[in-house]
C-alpha cells in the first residue's frame, strides 16, 4: 500500500512538471516603508526692530518738511484761566504762564483735506477746532478722526453771524445752538467758544454763559499764508499766546494746501523757541 502512495505522489509531480503547473509560491512580504525626510521648517527672519520712539517721531516729522517740535511741559496743576462760578465768562487772548508754548486754534471747517488729518496723526501737535455748523454740516465725518486723536471741539456759532449786530435772544440761540449740534455729533458739549470775526458785546458774554461756555477765546496771532500777523508791535510770540488759524485749501491760500500752511505754522514757531500745547489744558 505504501508503495502505491508513493508511486502515486510520483506520478503527480511529472504530470504537473509536464504540464508546467507548479504551486505559487507566496510573494515576499513587503519591505518596511522608510518614512521620508521632511525638509527643517525655514526659520521665520526676525523681524526688524521697531525704531525708537524719538527716531519715529523725527522721521514723522521730517515726512513732512518740518524738524521736531520740543515736547511741551506737563499741564499746570491749577489751571490759570477758570471761570468763577456765577461770574462772567473770561475773555481771553492769551494765557498766564511762563512756560514758551503757544496754542493753536483752527476756526469755521470748510476746508476737509484728508492729507490735515493724516499729518495731525503722525505729528501729534495739539490744536483745538472752532467749528461752525453751516460750514461743516456736509461732512460732519470729516472731524471725528480729528475729534478721535484728542483735539479739542470748541463752539463757533451755528451760522458765523457778526453777533454785534444780533439781540440778546438771537445771540443766545446761535451759541446755544451749535452747543447742542457739537454735543450731539461729537460726544460733549464745547466749554470754548470764539465769536466770528473776534466781534462780541457783553450779551455776547451772557449768552456764552447761560450756555454753560467756560471761556471766549480771541487770539494774539493769525497764520496767514505764510507768515503770521502779530497785534503787538514787536511782532513776536511771547508765553501763552493763542494762534488763530483756519481750515482753508488751495483755493484761499494761492494754491497752497492746509498740510503746506501748518508746516509753515509749526516752523514759525519753532524758530522763535517755542512749541504747542493744549489749550484745554490750561483754560
Known sequence: MKKQIAMWAALTAVTLLMTGCTAETPPPPPAPAVPEKTAAPERAAAPEPAPAPEAARTAAYRKWGIEPLAAPPAPPAVKPVKRVPGGPVP???DVPTDDKVVFLTID????????FVRMTAELGVPFTMFLTDSVISGDYGYFEPLVAQGHGVANHTLTHPNLRTL???????????QQEKLRKRYGSAPRLFRPPFGNWNEATRAAAGSCGLDAIVLWRESMQIKNMQYQRGDRKLHPGDIVL???????????RTMTEMTATLLRRIQEQG????RLEDYV
Open 91 to 93: 475773555v481771553i487772548s
Open 108 to 115: 469755521d471747517g470748510a476746508e476737509k483735506d484728508p492729507e
Open 167 to 177: 439781540s440778546p435772544e438771537a445771540q443766545r440761540r446761535e451759541i446755544c445752538g
Open 245 to 255: 488759524a483756519h481750515f482753508r485749501g488751495p483755493g484761499e491760500l494761492k494754491g
Open 274 to 277: 517755542f512749541t504747542v500745547a
